[in-house]
């Protein structure tokens, strides 16, 4: 069965469980206070993964330098303005079958410049891009 609604929101007070797959263009979710705004819990009792969360890029014509996705860190600077604080990027250096190759790049602002602190492709490895600290380790 389903319900067709008219309206454009639906505001739930409770729980509300959905099985099968939730799908649209965006969602946001939105609190008031300090709790989780998305929590993605497994209950099962073996050995494998979980939970799990999958960013996919399911493209038409994937090619050489796409980035296959991004996690960012937002947060107001003291002016009010969002700002992107730091982000976790992936890039696809090679879609080539079986020859796949990607760059993870972990990036932070500095002076208000995002740059690259921590890179690992398929070429160098492992480099660790760091400003003078601010406080000793």
Known sequence: DEIDLTATAI???????VS?????????????????????KST???????????????SASPADGDIAGQ??????????????????????DDVSDGSE???LDIQTILAGTIRSRVKINY??????QLSRP????
Do not use: W, Y
């Open 11 to 17: 505001d739930v007070n409770g729980t509300m469980d």
């Open 20 to 40: 099968g797959a939730l799908t649209g263009t965006t969602a946001t979710f939105t609190t008031a206070d300090n709790s989780s705004q998305l929590t993605l």
């Open 44 to 58: 099962d009792a073996d050995s494998s993964i979980g939970p799990r969360l999958d960013l996919i890029r399911d």
């Open 71 to 92: 996690i960012r860190f937002q947060a107001d600077n003291d002016a009010g303005t969002e700002t992107t604080f730091g982000h976790i990027r992936a890039t696809l």
């Open 101 to 103: 190759d990607v760059t």
């Open 123 to 128: 070429g160098d490895g492992f480099k660790r």
């Open 134 to 137: 601010r406080f000793p380790c």
